[in-house]
């Protein structure tokens, strides 16, 4: 199945919204590599005109197992402000690698162009791969028990979109891009207001609510409270045990969401029937990236 980023931006709110952003991230990454005007690299523009212009083919190598991802901004970042750029792929995102060092991709650019872009693509790249590798592993792990794997906001400040992305690309779902687009009341919410029946009342005319809940006892008072607008419980940082208590208490009137310290290493225990989703932040903010290199050859 071929995974495509662009489309994903353009639906994560609106078609304008997606692109600006993903253009605002790339001209910082830009900025950063080639400095205050984004076009400069000392040792390359060093180099003589008849070097710079050199066409010249990159084999984009990957060299460690896994799920490949980030292609489409990959090639974006090659692209942006030339035209003297071709791309093949062998692969598609979500596409499994398991024998390697494996040829995925080949470019075919000036020498100037790869020189200065390669940094910047390979660093996406290994990133997003990293994360949809993760993921893949945990969604496959918790399919069997009808469990969702969802990611969090423990995003690196400017890369949401990319990593939020490699989530989908390894089969999980994304929670919410930020909190303009879902409502979820968290404990700081509850402290701030008062107390939880306080709270609820507050939101008890918006629809589709989703709340943190960290105690039996407050999933008992909401239980009490009633109202048909909390569609969805974040059971917080709880024991195993408590959980299984607490999935007796809902009695499956809600959709039920565990979250709170579960990595690869303890996610096994919380594999529990009744649960329909665990929201790991693993995911995004401890991924290791796959290995990948890039290397130039003279036409």
């Known amino acids: 199945m071929a995974f495509k980023f662009f489309d994903y931006i353009k639906n994560i709110v609106d078609p304008e919204y997606g692109l600006t952003l993903f253009n605002s991230i790339l001209q910082l990454g830009y900025l950063e590599d080639l400095g205050p005007n984004a ?14 212009k050199t066409i010249v083919k990159g084999h984009l190598f990957l060299k460690s197992p896994g799920i490949i991802c980030g ?42 162009n790869f020189l200065k872009k390669e ?15 993760q993921t893949k592993l945990l969604t496959d792990l918790v399919k069997p028990f009808g469990i969702s794997i969802r990611d969090t ?15 989908t690309t390894g089969n999980g779902i994304n929670h919410r891009q930020g909190l303009y687009d879902k409502i979820l009341i968290k404990d700081n919410h ?10 609820l ?17 407050d999933l008992n008072k909401l239980k009490k409270f009633g109202g048909t607008n909390i569609k969805s419980i974040l059971l917080d940082n709880m024991k195993p045990n408590d959980i299984r208590k607490a999935l007796d208490i809902c009695q499956g009137q809600y959709h039920i969401e565990v979250s709170g310290g579960i990595t690869p290493d303890n996610l096994k225990d919380y594999l529990i029937k009744g649960i329909d989703t665990i929201s790991i932040g693993y995911l995004t903010h401890s991924p290791k990236s796959l290995d990948y290199s890039l290397k130039l050859d003279i036409i």
């Open 201 to 217: 009342e507050k939101f008890q005319n918006i629809d589709n609510i989703q709340i943190e809940i960290a105690s039996l006892d």
């Open 190 to 199: 509850i402290k701030l207001v008062g107390s939880l029946i306080k709270t």
């Open 39 to 52: 076009n400069s690299c000392l040792t390359t523009d060093a180099l003589s005109d008849k070097d710079k």
């Open 119 to 133: 940094r910047l693509a390979l660093n996406v790249i290994q990133h997003m791969s990293g994360i949809a590798t």
């Open 71 to 112: 292609l489409e901004v990959f090639e974006f970042i090659f692209n942006h402000n030339t035209n003297k750029c071709n791309f093949e792929f062998l692969f598609n995102d979500g596409s499994q690698i398991n024998d390697c060092p494996l040829v995925i991709a080949k470019v075919e650019t000036t020498a100037e």
């Open 153 to 167: 906001r423990k995003t690196l400040p400017g890369l949401r979109i990319f990593e939020k992305y490699a989530v």
